[in-house]
């Protein structure tokens, strides 16, 4: 088990930057999980695929936004046009159906100066 | 309203002293609960889960929790807390048995633990 890999661990950009995240699920993982977490705070859900299908997004995430899993393994996260307010840890987390919880990456640290 | 509670937002406890980190939830249905674990800089990993049975759960790492339906609790427990416990700690609270309902956790602000040696 090589558990859910986030690539990378961390980023600095410059605000009006794009940038692009990476998450490898657990491969037998057909769910697939996106979460913000910013200090002192729980993760707060984004986005959520079942296989290839993006089934659900958060109202907290606005167009400059937009996450995809072309082939049911692994996802990305883009951001486009960066704020200051878009610097957090972002993480991945996969799970199968059923009564399964979820199983996180180690995250991505934006920062946006 | 649905919510979460940890009423602690940080602990000092001594090595080989005994822990509690309490959680109360507010949930309008049958809850699935969870205690998740985050060191610094990592990502969160699952201590316990409950979703019916024995209300007493056994976790990795020598942690256990027990549900009280009463009193709408969660709480975490050691024995013994090791060093290599000091960390940040979430409780979670969702419902049904399909896992897409992780969509829908609803998590406490977290109990940061601190050990001394």
């Known amino acids: 088990d090589t558990g859910v890999s986030q690539d990378p661990r961390h980023k600095i950009t410059k605000r009006g930057q794009n940038v692009t995240f990476r998450c490898d699920p657990i491969s037998e993982h057909n769910r697939l999980y996106w979460y913000r977490q910013t200090l002192g705070q729980g993760p707060e859900f984004l986005t959520y695929?079942?296989?290839?299908?993006?089934?659900?997004k958060s109202r907290l995430l606005s167009d400059r936004f937009s996450a995809e899993r072309p082939k049911g393994s692994f996802s990305t996260l883009e951001i486009q046009r960066t704020e200051q307010g878009d610097s957090a840890m972002y993480l991945c987390?996969?799970?199968?159906?059923?009564?399964?919880?979820?199983?996180f990456g180690n995250g991505t640290r934006l920062t946006v100066t | 309203a649905q919510s979460v509670t940890q009423p602690d937002i940080h602990i000092t406890v001594s090595e080989g002293a005994s822990l509690e980190l309490r959680c109360n939830y507010s949930?309008?249905?049958?809850?699935?609960l969870f205690w998740y674990v985050q060191s610094p800089g990592q990502g969160l990993q699952l201590l316990l889960k409950?979703?019916?049975?024995d209300t007493l759960v056994q976790g990795i790492k020598g942690f256990e929790a027990e549900f009280k339906r009463s009193q709408s609790s969660f709480n975490l427990r050691k024995p013994s807390v090791h060093w290599s416990d000091a960390a940040e700690y979430f409780c979670?609270?969702?419902?049904?048995?399909?896992?897409?309902?992780?969509?829908?956790?609803?998590w406490g602000l977290g109990t940061s633990l601190a050990v001394n040696p």
């Open positions: 409950y979703f019916s049975g």
């Open positions: 979670a609270v969702g419902g049904g048995k399909d896992a897409g309902n992780n969509r829908k956790l609803i």
């Open positions: 695929f079942q296989n290839e299908a993006q089934l659900e």
């Open positions: 949930y309008g249905a049958t809850p699935y």
């Open positions: 987390a996969s799970s199968l159906e059923g009564e399964s919880p979820l199983h």
